[in-house]
């Protein structure tokens, strides 16, 4: 690219001896996306979680389609170096020889937040590394303008309709360019990000509180009403501990003391964290204004938070609310904890019973994503004009308004690439191959495979959608362009493939920390 690399010594040095020249500047970057289980965890449970309703909520990474850039033609450049490749990893038998294309199992989409607080999305593939658990796509769908990692990103690879088939593969570690990162140069628009193992959400359970408190993964309370009869029965058996209250119509009931001659009930009362941190700890005794439980932290949205905020800065509820920054002071996570104490109250006129079920949700471990989808080889400093098939997600109109794709099946085109190089002032862009194709925004990110072996649904990774161009001014795209996978990619993606991740969750479905 337009600087020279800077060769690393050999292993072993110590970081002032692989310290850079004055002159010079490093040819990659690394930044955490979420590295801790708990926190990958969290970020894949907020797509999956309500049966995906955030993935589906979700829209492509949008391209201002009326102010489509126009790639000019450069001379042609020569690669920096010899030729290379990895092989594919493949996941599957080769399937018997169609004349239809078969899509890559490696290919999926990337989830993650703007800035803003948007649900985007963008193409992607799983590629083979040493560790099969890296997915490579463009660099402006894991960075924001070249800057700031986006937050809760991770990869689904086949997915369809709100569907994950192979698990959510949770970021850990994104590299890219150090010139994309510092100067949102698009010459560097790719990156390689090290994911956590899958997982997928399995089963619910209900379980006694105490093992409800104990347990690390997703769990809720299910409030269940019920009929008098149950609820006598019930607190016969259970006594003052067990899981069992009632609610009256009145809003302000009467609290008595354990003592009181009438009918009452032992009830939960919401309070602040102040009082409840305040109360005694429960004991088998009086059990009047003692502490009962603690709900959450549970994770919430950011536009939850930003209207329970809102709420408690005008005294409408109790809980107390938190935000998780990143090192950059970015907000990265928002919670919400409510706090409740044990008040025994008077009955009124009418009284509503209820049951409370501890519920703990299961979650299975889908291993490491090359071993689930396979991994797409890499190759870099390939000649020009080289067939090769380029797949995504398209989801944007045309310029023109017209709306051929969905952004829900992935889509394809095939063809040589251009022998010359292109630039693209906008995006400080001089040197990117292109390839002619009508695929939109929502693409982006999803590989250019070189010698893609249908049967076997494997070829080598030699470029990703960057930019969409229209050429003859008909206001419909008819160019898409990658950057050129030379030298200093393959020093990124060197990089990348020695990162290693962790498993999410237990035998049991508990969260590893």
Excluded at 280 to 295: D, F, I, K, L, M
């Amino acid at each position: 690219m337009k600087r020279l690399l800077v060769p690393l010594a050999a292993a072993g040095l110590s970081a002032a001896a692989l310290a850079f020249p004055a002159t010079a500047e490093p040819t990659w970057v690394q930044d955490p996306l979420a590295p801790k289980p708990a926190d990958a965890y969290s970020n894949a449970f907020f797509w999956l979680d309500g049966n995906g309703a955030a993935l589906k909520k979700a829209t492509q990474y949008h391209w201002d389609a009326k102010d489509v850039p126009k790639l000019m033609t450069t001379q042609a450049k020569s690669f920096d170096g010899k030729p290379g490749m990895t092989a594919p990893i493949t996941s599957a038998k080769p399937a018997a020889k169609v004349k239809n294309v078969n899509l890559p199992r490696s290919l999926g989409k990337v989830f993650f937040l703007d800035r803003k607080g948007n649900y985007r999305w963008c193409s992607a593939t799983s590629i083979q590394s040493r560790h099969r658990n890296l997915v490579a796509t463009a660099g402006h769908c894991v960075y924001e303008d070249g800057k700031d990692v986006y937050r809760k990103w991770v990869f689904v690879p086949g997915y369809y309709q709100g569907k994950a088939p192979y698990g959510v593969y949770a970021g850990a570690y994104a590299f890219t360019t150090y010139d994309l990162d510092v100067y949102d140069d698009y010459d560097g628009d790719y990156a390689f990000v090290a994911v956590h193992n899958g997982f997928t959400l399995t089963e619910e359970k209900e379980v006694t509180k105490k093992d409800w408190d104990a347990w690390k993964g997703d769990k809720w309370v299910k409030n269940e009403e019920i009929k008098k009869e149950e609820f006598v029965a019930g607190f016969e058996k259970h006594g003052a501990a067990g899981p069992y209250w009632s609610k009256t119509t009145d809003l302000t009931p009467d609290k008595v003391g354990h003592d009181y001659p009438g009918e009452k009930t032992l009830t939960r009362v919401e309070v602040t964290e102040a009082a409840y941190k305040q109360a005694p700890a429960s004991t088998a005794a009086n059990q009047n204004g003692e502490r009962y439980e603690q709900v959450g932290p549970e994770p919430i949205t950011e536009s939850e938070y930003r209207k329970l905020a809102a709420e408690k800065a005008e005294g409408k509820i109790l809980a107390t609310l938190t935000v998780d920054k990143d090192a950059k002071g970015n907000e990265i996570g928002w919670w919400s904890t409510r706090f409740f104490i044990k008040q025994w109250v008077k009955l009124g006129k009418e009284t509503r019973y209820y049951r409370s079920r501890y519920i703990i949700g299961l979650a299975k471990d889908t291993g490491k994503l090359g071993d689930a989808v396979g991994g797409q080889g890499f190759a870099w400093n390939q000649p020009k004009g080289q067939p090769v098939y380029a797949f995504g997600y398209p989801g944007d109109p045309h310029p023109d308004g017209d709306k051929p794709f969905t952004g829900v099946t992935p889509k394809f085109c095939y063809g040589k690439t251009g022998t010359k190089t292109y630039q693209v002032n906008t995006f400080r862009v001089e040197e990117h191959q292109v390839l002619k194709c009508s695929m939109t925004g929502g693409a982006d990110g999803g590989p250019w495979l070189l010698k893609y072996d249908n049967a076997k649904r494997a070829g080598y990774v030699n470029g990703v959608t960057s930019l969409f161009a229209d050429q003859d001014g008909n206001n419909r795209i008819d160019l898409i362009s990658s950057a050129y996978f030379d030298s200093e990619t393959a020093d990124v993606y060197n990089k990348a493939t020695l990162a290693e991740t962790k498993s999410l969750v237990g035998p049991n479905g508990e969260i590893l920390y």
